[in-house]
């Protein structure tokens, strides 16, 4: 079974979504997802976008990306998302995304690592609004053909050329897709841990189809651990405790109620200090309590994070909420340059799935979102603009001789592409430690 596409884009998160809206709406684009049209990462992420606030924020907004980022940064890929974020906030708010005002005036929040408030919020939901809104506005596009419940297999490359994936269907089908340009927005590695906020369905599949065909990759060893992740003792995805929380003045106790460390850390310290302190104390969580913030205040900026706990059977109007770290984000992915594309021609990525630098070695709070859109713009622009000098037809000869291949169904393919991301990653941390 085969069919052709313009364009073929892997995942339906903001960096996918982003990306098929900007790419030229006379050609015929497919994105396909492992999972339901929501079930992004994308969906999950609460606490907010960054956006640069005027000019005299800039050196400040660079500084605390390198610190967070340990000066391990591309310095470019820092200047361009930046530089981006005014226009990508106006195109949001043009797609309908509400972010919260006052007088109609942008309500700003701050977050760990951050020395001013510069971040864009609606409640304590932004990455479902901001997703959902491209979502909406991609399904009224009639050149965009959207696959549930579809798993990219492999690519269709030859001679470092990629000229579409092969994908298994919701039935078992397995299928061939053909494109002029492909972009790769299939999200992280989180479903390769035992601990993750990540949906489980996020397995680097991309990363081990990138090893297989010799496609560069970047930085596989810098995996962010959140935290502040609710502790539960039940299989299964971590429930984020927001940043934002922190942000507006919620302390880290030890089991004695003590506060024991600078909550608004850069991430990895801040992880590096809870799991200290948990170890001192011999537990398996330490607390986070919003004793200071008014109780209609938690209800009105966290009402998403107040209805989660008090399931849990925590009311955090009142009660301490047990906290502790998970694996979060990944900052390294297949090596993109400052449009998104890889080593391979005709292939792109962006989102978590690809690595420009732009986070270093630990990533600033929120400004994930905002660099996927950023990536997922300038990548589509760009294979707008390669389309009038396509280079030729593609190879009659390699689709005719891939008719007669077989495809592998995921099931067969998945213990060895899961084994070779995390062999990868082991051996690029071995490489790193060997260097220092």
């Known amino acids: 079974m085969k069919e052709e596409f313009d364009v073929i884009i892997v995942g ?14 006379d050609k015929q684009i497919a994105m396909l997802t492992k999972a339901g049209l929501e079930e992004s990462d994308s969906f999950l992420a609460q606490g907010g976008i960054c956006v640069l606030k005027n000019e005299e924020d800039y050196p400040g907004y660079f500084e605390d ?11 470019e890929s820092v200047d361009i998302m930046i530089r981006s974020s005014q226009e990508i906030i106006k195109e949001l708010v043009d797609f309908g995304v509400k972010f919260e005002r006052d007088h109609g ?8 690592a ?46 470092n050329t990629c000229y579409g994936i092969a994908a298994e269907l919701s039935d078992g089908r397995m299928m061939r ?19 993750s ?60 109620h003590e506060r024991f460390v600078d909550e608004l850390l850069p991430r990895d310290l801040l992880t590096e200090a ?31 994070i107040y209805r989660q706990c008090l399931e849990e059977g925590y009311d955090m109007t009142k009660d301490c909420i047990p906290v502790v770290p998970a694996q979060h984000y990944f900052m390294g992915g297949v090596k993109v340059d400052r449009n998104g594309a890889t080593s391979m021609n005709r292939l792109y990525a962006a989102g978590e799935t690809a690595c420009n630098g732009v986070h270093g070695a630990n990533r600033l709070a929120s400004n994930s979102l905002l660099e996927s859109l950023v990536w997922a713009k300038r990548a589509a622009v760009q294979i707008g603009e390669r389309y009038a000098a396509l280079d030729g037809e593609k190879s009659r000869s390699y689709f005719e001789e891939q008719e007669g291949a077989a495809l592998q169904p995921y099931e067969e393919l998945k213990e060895a592409y899961h084994g070779s991301v995390r062999r990868e990653i082991q051996e690029a941390a071995r490489r ?5």
């Open 12 to 25: 339906t998160g903001a960096a996918g979504l982003f990306a098929a809206l900007h790419l030229p709406t």
């Open 65 to 75: 990306t390198m610190i967070a980022g340990h000066y391990e940064n591309n310095r």
């Open 105 to 112: 005036e942008f309500l700003y929040t701050r977050e760990g």
């Open 114 to 159: 951050h020395r001013v408030p510069r971040i864009l919020y609606h409640e304590d939901l932004t990455g479902k609004e901001i997703t959902s809104k491209l979502l909406a506005a991609v399904k009224k596009r009639e050149n965009i053909t959207l696959f549930e419940h579809t798993t990219m297999t492999d690519i269709l490359a030859q001679d």
């Open 177 to 195: 897709l053909y494109s002029d340009y492909t972009i790769w927005a299939s999200g992280g590695i989180g479903g390769l841990y035992t601990n």
């Open 197 to 256: 906020t990540n949906f489980r369905h996020l397995t680097g599949d991309a990363l081990a189809i990138a090893l297989k065909h010799n496609i560069e990759l970047l930085n596989l060893d810098y995996v962010q651990i959140h935290p502040t992740t609710f502790y539960s003792e039940k299989p299964g995805r971590r429930f984020l405790i927001s940043e934002s929380l922190r942000g507006e003045g919620a302390v880290l106790y030890d089991r004695n």
């Open 274 to 304: 809870i799991y200290k302190q948990m170890e001192k104390d011999g537990t398996d969580y330490v607390l986070l309590s919003l004793e200071k913030m008014p109780t209609e205040e938690i209800k009105k900026r966290f009402p998403n």
């Open 432 to 436: 790193r430690g060997e260097k220092k």
